[in-house]
């Protein structure tokens, strides 16, 4: 006897006929679209739409490093004048001297002053005088107290002289003030022909020069606009005010570039009350940079489009639809309507992976209601591991990253890419700049040396060492500072312990290295103790062995003198091209990283040489500068080699490039933002369902179905809940009935 399926009973809570949009499969779907369609016209802006520029950025910045260079190189120099002037008066404050002995001592170590004077700062009487005459006329030295004045340029017959002051012991006047004289001038920086490099003072009058006249008109106006940026732009700690300008063309389509540097950086600085201002001008040659692909930009933006739309299309039909099929004809037989009506989804219903499980599930429990006497359908394990959810995603993925794979590979690699000569000659002068910065330091450390040896030699070993200690405080390049006796033993000693004693660490004065291997080289200058220190001209010549006064480097002195913005790689080598400093980390006494150096190398010889290589390797801008100079270091036979990667130019192509490589990255976010929510919010939850779908349509009505989310998946789940509910009922009739004839007998 059959009876008719009773209708499974409402949901106590009404549903609506729509899933509501902010939950559920159509969000990624839409959001996907958008993100894709908005990549699609970042590409098309920022790639397509780049165009060529007369003026390359990197020819601009060559003219502004240049500047940044120049002006650290003066600021250094009046730092080192200062603190040379005052370390030299400080050691006669516990025995004063006559002032024309404070003067004869300080002609004899250092040889940077073009005149020195002794004063009494109260009546301005002269106590003693050497050099060319010091103009103090105009100032006003009866406010000197305890503390010397900064710095002052002050006009004279011979041009602007730089002044330097401290205050100095003297035997019988008491505390005077101790003045240098020097002009002011650009250190020695190589230029191309067709450069001019500047410092101007703080009223726009020009100090020194270097390079190629400037032209009435245009360039000076340049260089007028330049100062006045520099002026109104205040410097950032620990940096300075820089930057580039360009002016407008003349009739002939040439340009001038202007790179500007405040000399003075951030926070307390000597060289501030002076107000100068390094400028760095010269012509652009007329050649404007070049792209690769001018319409790459606009090409990958309709193909993204199309793309867009594709994947949109694709998703909502192999997911979205096939899974708002299932809500409703899950639906359809929790409310029992038309139960007789197989279950089925879209016009192509879901025939594979989870909703195509879910699918049969549910026209087997459509059986079961209609016939609660059916028994349940045998489980089918193979159909679980067919393809899912996860196929058509996987597609998508894969259609994306063909689509942002090329574009990731674009990194301005290409041997093609033209680099601007001016560039090329920045880097060359600038390489040659950090030459210089590493001679001028290893001299001024030998000059110290020089002027502290006099103070040592009938000095006690207390005083000595007091001495030392004060000396190593005051400069932040020596990790230490010793003498050693005519035996080369430690006499005495301040900061780290000697890295070699004995005889053979006695020798002849000058900079020297102390080691040719080891895990730090050990760069030094050595300085004979005598009452009179030996003359520029005499430095290397045979001595006496001992005593002498040595002082260590330390290594990352060096390492940060060749630190500068937008020069790449840096590396100080020996004569046997191995490495003893570097910018960035190396191996001591190793090999060059990039062999292509040695060409440059041998191409320098005596001057400065760069070129741009493109074999072996990805293009590269390298240069190469001998330390040069006279004396010991020039004796050295150092170099310092730089090479800058041309991808990181600032050229026309590698912004294209950049911008190609920004687009394929915000194409895999996008895709990787979606896909991955629609796999975890929607497919990850509908493989569960499917496996508890066919566990109940295969009998087991004890696992009580939760949804997790409210959304098409949570409505299917509660559906299945109804069902399963509606089934144990009919099964516990069933049974009821069975036993019903039993109890009536």
């Known amino acids: 006897m059959s009876t008719a399926p009773t209708p499974p009973r409402q949901h106590r809570y009404r549903r609506r006929a729509d899933m509501p949009l902010l939950g559920g499969i159509r969000p990624p779907i839409a959001l996907l679209l958008v993100l894709l369609l908005a990549v699609a016209a970042i590409t098309a802006l920022a790639v397509g739409g780049l165009r060529v520029d007369d003026t390359p950025q990197a020819v601009r910045e060559s003219h502004q490093y240049a500047a940044e260079d120049t002006a650290a190189s003066l600021r250094a120099g009046l ?16 025995a004063p001297a006559e002032p024309a002995a404070v003067l004869t001592a300080l002609g004899q170590a250092y040889h940077k002053w073009r005149g020195t004077v002794v004063v009494r700062p109260d009546t ?39 002044l330097t002051f401290a205050l100095v012991a003297t035997r019988n006047d008491g505390r005077a003030l101790l003045v240098a004289s020097d002009n002011l001038r650009l250190p020695g920086i190589a230029t191309r022909k067709e450069q001019t490099i500047q410092v101007l003072d703080g009223t726009g009058a020009v100090l020194d020069t270097t390079g190629a006249a400037l032209a009435a008109g245009g360039d000076r106006e340049l260089v007028a606009t330049a100062r006045e940026r520099a002026a109104r732009q205040r410097p950032v700690p620990g940096g300075t005010a820089s930057g580039s300008l360009a002016g407008t063309p003349d009739d ?85 309507e038309r139960p007789e009506q197989p279950v089925r989804g879209p016009k192509r219903g879901p025939g594979r992976g989870e909703a195509g499980r879910i699918a049969r599930a549910l026209e087997e429990l459509r059986l079961q209601l209609l016939d609660p006497t059916r028994p349940p359908a045998a489980a089918a394990p193979g159909r679980g591991r067919r393809p899912g959810t996860a196929l058509p995603l996987a597609l998508c993925a894969v ?19 033209r680099v ?105 200058a050595r300085a004979t103790l005598s009452a009179a220190p030996p003359d520029a001209e005499t430095e290397g010549a045979a001595e006496p062995k001992g005593p002498v006064l040595v002082g260590e480097f330390k290594t990352d002195f060096l390492g940060g003198l060749l630190v500068r913005p937008g020069l790449g790689r840096v590396w100080l080598v020996d004569g046997r091209q191995r490495v003893l400093a570097a910018n960035e980390g190396y191996s001591s006494f190793g090999e060059l990283p990039d062999g292509r150096a040695r060409k440059v190398l041998a191409a320098a010889g005596k001057d400065a040489a760069a070129d741009v290589l493109r074999d072996g390797g990805d293009p590269a801008l390298l240069a190469a500068a001998p330390l040069g100079g006279n004396g010991s270091v020039a004796k050295l036979g150092w170099s310092v080699v730089t090479a800058h990667p041309v991808a990181w130019l600032h050229l026309d192509q590698n912004r294209a490039d950049r911008r190609a490589v920004l687009a394929g990255m915000l194409g895999l976010a996008a895709a990787a933002l979606c896909l991955g929510w629609l796999y975890i919010a929607v497919g990850l939850p509908l493989r569960r369902l499917a496996a508890s779908a066919e566990a109940l349509a295969a009998g087991d009505r004890r696992t009580v179905l939760y949804p997790v989310h409210h959304d098409e998946v949570g409505a299917i789940a509660r559906s299945l809940e109804l069902i399963r509910q509606e089934l144990v009922r009919a099964d516990q009739a069933g049974r009821a009935d069975r036993r019903t004839p039993a109890t009536a007998r």
């Open 252 to 336: 002939k389509g040439v340009r001038r570039v202007a790179g500007w540097a405040a000399v003075a950086a951030g926070g307390p600085d000597q060289a501030a009350p002076l107000g100068l201002t390094v400028v760095s001008t010269s012509t652009v040659d007329g050649k404007p940079g070049s792209l690769r692909h001018p319409l790459l930009g606009l090409a990958a933006a309709g193909a993204l489009l199309l793309l867009a739309l594709l994947l949109a299309w694709y998703l909502i039909r192999s997911l979205q639809r096939p899974l708002l099929a299932l809500f409703l004809e899950s639906r359809r037989l929790t409310r029992g």
């Open 420 to 524: 601007p000569t001016q560039v090329v000659a920045g880097q060359r002068d600038r390489t040659d700049t950090a030459a210089d910065r590493i001679r001028q330091a290893l001299n001024e450390g030998y000059a110290d040396l020089r002027s502290l040896a006099p103070a040592l030699t009938e000095a006690s070993v207390g005083k000595a060492e007091n001495l030392l200690r004060t000396t190593l405080a005051e400069h932040d390049r020596y990790r230490a500072l010793y003498v050693l006796g005519a035996d080369g033993t430690v006499l005495a000693r301040a900061g780290e312990p000697p890295h070699r004693t004995g005889p053979e660490a006695l020798g002849p004065s000058g900079v020297l290295l102390l080691n040719s291997s080891g895990k730090e080289p050990r760069i030094a």
């Open 124 to 162: 301005g009487r002269l106590l003693a005088a050497r050099g060319e005459t010091v103009p103090l006329a105009g100032l006003d030295l009866t406010r000197v107290t305890d503390t010397a004045p900064a710095p002052v340029l002050v006009p004279s017959a011979a041009g602007t002289r730089l």
């Open 399 to 417: 259609l994306v990253l063909g689509w942002s794979g090329p574009l990731l590979f674009l990194g301005g690699n290409d041997p093609t890419v």
């Open 79 to 94: 730092h080192e004048s200062a603190t040379d002037l005052r370390r030299a008066a400080a050691r006669y404050e516990g």
